[in-house]
């Protein structure tokens, strides 16, 4: 009995290993995985003809997917399809002037718009205003304050009712994200996390279903928070979990658990899963247009990919936990055969080979210049960046200081993207809201601190995804422990900035 015990042991430790490898590329390849499954669902064997033959209002959302999930498509066809007059509301107005947008055309929203339906249209004008889009007579302040007295008691929004819906206060959310205080990111986290049902999923109209989980996953993503790994979004399993148990055996997703395919509820998986990779690889937020593509090969998105393959192109340290969990098998196993070991020794070696091929597979090891070396990818406008902390060390206050170069109609987020990479620093933001440089984060040194920017001695009143630089123009980004009163004379004393 102690043989079958251990032996069962063995092989448990052995596909843990394997199965924790594997979970550490899932992301990408599930992407891939779907995406090939919903491009072969609409006769298509790339993204390119996909997109090649759109019509006016079809389309849109998974286009958009693509667009922030992979580098080189042309957008034109999409894009010049898009037909305003067909749209039946004014939110679903301000949704195609942002796809317009995120396809390469330069568009203006209509402030009739902004009022002339609930809090959706709202919303809707916000993603514009942040994203450069303009909207006559609109301020993004007063906008966001608008929004914000729609608020339920319970920290979320709701079309109506007194009680706060998830679809509503997710998509409420991924507006705000980087426009608005702690308190009410809690807030609107608190009631998130308590409507999450026991499996991990959520539901809107009283059924669970695969869209408004990946909503919140694209909110989550949107302010930072990995909802793999936070426990205040682990029930029974975390929501990313959730979100593929609506998955079907084609790859592509049911709208309730057990249903049939929904091109809706495949594109918003789609939407969530890529959202989650753009946060947990380049710290964005899906509904943003940063001027880098996501930088993955776009021509490769269609083609059949096997298990083999797959499992081709996992890392080396994934081999690596295989390898130690097949030691500790075999290890094991000839203890039990050759009878030089009791049970108690050989779950000590289980479990600590476990422990070890899980931390192995599910880490990512680079050295630091491969890291800071990814997608360093210089423009032609050249800009002056530096970065100081001088209220908190006057006597070594340069973290960084050096000429950048952005692309054309580049921000001072790109700057400081690109800054920080040359000098091998940590960073870290959310939709241009800079929340640390160099571990020094806001809030490190009281209620009060945090960084602040400004181009050409003038401090910004927008954030840095916000403010397009120009050759010549010099960034400075500040520490500050009092709310930027202790750093407001700095260009006076310092012109050279």
Request: glycine letters at 10%; a negative charge; charged letters at 20%.
């Amino acid at each position: 009995m102690k043989k079958i015990y251990c032996l069962l042991l063995c092989f448990i430790v052995f596909w843990a290993a394997i199965g924790g490898s594997e979970s550490a590329n899932a992301a990408g390849d599930d992407i891939d995985v779907c995406f090939t499954a919903f491009l072969a669902e609409n006769d298509c064997s790339s993204m390119q003809e996909y997109l090649s033959g759109a019509r006016s209002g079809t389309g849109l959302d998974a286009a958009f997917c693509m667009r922030r999930y992979v580098g080189g498509l042309d957008f034109s066809v999409v894009s010049d399809a898009i037909d305003l007059k067909k749209a039946g509301s004014a939110s679903t107005r301000e949704k195609y002037l942002f796809y317009q947008k995120a396809f390469g055309k330069e568009v203006s929203g209509s402030s009739e718009d902004v009022y002339a339906l609930g809090i959706m249209s709202r919303v809707f004008a916000l993603h514009l205003l942040k994203n450069n889009i303009p909207i006559e007579g609109v301020n993004k302040g007063e906008l966001v304050a608008e929004i914000l007295s729609m608020r339920k008691e319970d920290g979320g929004w709701a079309l109506f009712g007194s009680s706060s819906d998830v679809d509503v206060t997710s998509m409420c959310m991924q507006a705000l994200a980087g426009e608005c205080d702690s308190e009410v990111v809690e807030s609107a986290i608190s009631f998130l996390s308590s409507a999450q049902q026991q499996d991990g999923t959520f539901k809107t109209m009283g059924a669970n279903n695969c869209e408004s989980t990946a909503q919140v996953i694209i909110t989550l993503s949107a302010l930072g928070i990995d909802c793999a790994a936070d426990e205040r979004f682990i029930k029974s399993r975390s929501a990313l979990d959730a979100l593929m148990s609506y998955r079907m055996d084609n790859n592509l997703f049911c709208h309730e658990q057990g249903g049939v395919y929904n091109e809706r509820a495949t594109v918003q998986a789609l939407s969530a899963l890529v959202a989650y990779k753009l946060y947990k690889e380049k710290g964005e937020a899906f509904y943003s247009l940063p001027e880098y593509g996501f930088g993955k090969a776009a021509e490769v998105i269609g083609e059949s990919k096997s298990k083999a393959q797959i499992k081709a192109n996992l890392p080396v340290n994934a081999w690596v936990a295989v390898g130690i969990a097949g030691a500790c098998v075999l290890a094991c196993v000839v203890l039990v055969l050759t009878k030089k070991g009791g049970w108690k020794e050989i779950t000590v070696i289980l479990v600590v080979g476990c422990g070890v091929s899980l931390f192995i597979g599910l880490s990512t090891f680079q050295s630091v210049d491969e890291y800071y070396s990814e997608s360093l990818e210089e423009g032609d406008v050249i800009v002056y960046v530096s970065i100081r902390k001088d209220v908190i060390d006057s006597n070594d206050p340069v973290i960084f200081s050096g000429n950048v170069g952005v692309k054309e109609n580049g921000t001072v987020l790109d700057a400081i993207v690109i800054a920080t990479r040359k000098g091998k620093l940590q960073l870290s933001y959310v939709t241009g809201y800079i929340q640390s440089i160099d571990n020094l984060a806001e809030f490190s040194y009281g209620n009060e601190s945090g960084w602040m920017f400004a181009v050409n001695g003038e401090f910004s009143d927008v954030n840095c995804s916000e403010k397009k630089v120009k050759t010549g123009d010099k960034i400075c980004f500040l520490y500050t422990t009092k709310m930027g009163s202790d750093v407001s004379d700095f260009f006076e004393v310092n012109d050279e900035y």
